[in-house]
């Protein structure tokens, strides 16, 4: 296994389009995230999927945004319409789910959005 | 009040000495801790977790958590200039992880 896969690795677009990333994780884990960074920041959480069930999300996710895991392997994020301060390091993480305590993350390479 | 919250630096320490990161968090019902190391433009890499109070060692890391205190820390023995990085802190609360802003630590040869 190459780890989580994220693709493409950098994505500009002019604002008011639309993009699509994809994301692949490591095959044996459950659990599926996408988080956001800006500069200066840490990562901030947008959803998470378990299996191809999308179980939580963000109120920092606006309607423009939309991420599906159909079959409960890769993921995709879809941004509408994007603007200016949609700008910013695109994560997808996975782990296996555990009832006790969580397993740490493994994050992908990212996908790099500006918005031009 | 920010779920996890770090000095953002940054912090210089000379090649050889003791890097010390620090950490709090706000919900007492935090389970997990994970320590993971950002280089610039690149994404972040878990490289400490612990679950339970006290010190857990691996190699030149030991993660030190108090619940009590709602506190986690990461010491770099030995530092070397390689260990040159943002040092994200990450708690995980319910199903999500909660990431502090980071501290940038620089090991000057």
């Known amino acids: 296994d190459t780890g989580v896969s994220q693709n493409p690795r950098h994505k500009i677009t002019k604002r008011g389009q639309n993009v699509t990333f994809r994301c692949d994780p490591i095959?044996?884990?459950?659990?599926l995230y996408w988080y956001r960074q800006t500069l200066g920041q840490g990562p901030e959480f947008l959803t998470y999927?378990?299996?191809?069930?999308?179980?939580?999300k963000s109120r920092l996710l606006s309607d423009r945004f939309s991420a599906e895991r159909p079959k409960g392997s890769f993921s995709t994020l879809e941004i509408q319409r994007t603007e200016q301060g949609d700008s910013a390091m695109y994560l997808c993480?996975?782990?296996?789910?555990?009832?006790?305590?969580?397993?740490?993350?493994?994050f992908g390479s990212g996908t790099r959005l500006t918005v031009v | 009040q920010k779920e996890v919250e770090q000095n953002s630096g940054p912090l210089s320490v000379p090649e050889g000495a003791i890097a010390s990161l620090n950490c709090t968090y706000s919900?007492?019902?935090?389970?997990?801790f994970f320590w993971y190391r950002q280089y610039s433009g690149k994404s972040p890499e878990l490289i400490m977790s612990?679950?339970?109070?006290g010190d857990k060692e691996d190699g030149r890391f030991t993660a030190q958590l108090n619940k009590a205190s709602q506190y986690v820390s990461l010491l770099i023995r030995d530092s070397q200039p390689s260990d040159s990085a943002t040092y994200l802190c990450?708690?995980?609360?319910?199903?999500?992880?909660?990431f502090g802003t980071g501290t940038s630590l620089t090991v000057i040869p």
């Open positions: 612990i679950y339970s109070n």
């Open positions: 999927f378990q299996n191809e069930a999308q179980l939580e």
């Open positions: 095959s044996e884990h459950n659990r």
């Open positions: 990450a708690v995980n609360t319910g199903n999500q992880f909660y």
């Open positions: 993480a996975s782990s296996l789910a555990d009832r006790t305590q969580g397993y740490g993350y493994t």
């Open positions: 919900d007492r019902g935090s389970q997990s």
